[in-house]
């Protein structure tokens, strides 16, 4: 699957999580993809708060912390000001569930983690039922995309082009590589 050798698991981000992932929103390779540093924590609060049904995690390499991973659901985030920004989401199955990522540690990028911690979302997704998993990198974003190819997703052919700078992916377990 990976030359990289060690253990990926994922647990429950906690409020003990909060200064370690502020310090990766702040690291300049998640900035470059992710928002505000103190906006996106404050919507990771409000997720282990309850006020957000989006489920995030810490993603574990050996049982150390070495990223960050949410899901969310399609159907809970289709109010008007999402649609006006992001139509495409009203396109998208009423069950469906995204997923998110970045690894924390630059040392650790370009080495297959992501694309290992992805799979190991999508099972878990899969055992709770989820049969439509989508994941929405910027196209730009040509290491997050190679990632998300490897585990098994492919651009969603209705939706090329009219998504703005992000590629709308689909999880096909057919399209799953081990490279």
């Known amino acids: 699957m990976s030359s990289e050798p060690g253990q990926i698991d994922i647990i429950p981000v906690t409020a003990e999580h909060y200064p370690l992932l502020l310090d990766w929103l702040h690291q300049p390779h998640v900035r470059e993809w992710w928002g505000d540093p103190d906006t996106e924590l ?86 709770e039922g989820h049969a439509s998993i989508i994941i929405d990198p910027d196209r730009e974003n040509r290491r997050a995309v190679r990632a998300y190819e490897k585990a098994g997703f492919r651009p969603i052919p209705h939706l090329e082009g009219r998504t703005g700078s992000v590629l709308i992916m689909q999880y096909d377990k057919n399209n799953e590589t081990n490279t």
């Open 42 to 127: 404050a919507h990771i609060r409000d997720m282990v708060e309850g006020r957000d049904t989006t489920r995030p995690f810490v993603i574990r390499l050996d049982g150390k912390s070495i990223g960050y991973i949410q899901y969310w659901f399609v159907a809970d985030n289709r109010s008007p000001d999402i649609l006006e920004k992001d139509p495409w989401v009203g396109e998208l199955p009423e069950d469906a569930v995204g997923v998110d990522l970045t690894i924390g540690e630059e040392a650790l990028l370009s080495r297959g983690i992501g694309s290992r911690a992805v799979r190991l979302m999508v099972q878990r997704l899969l055992d």
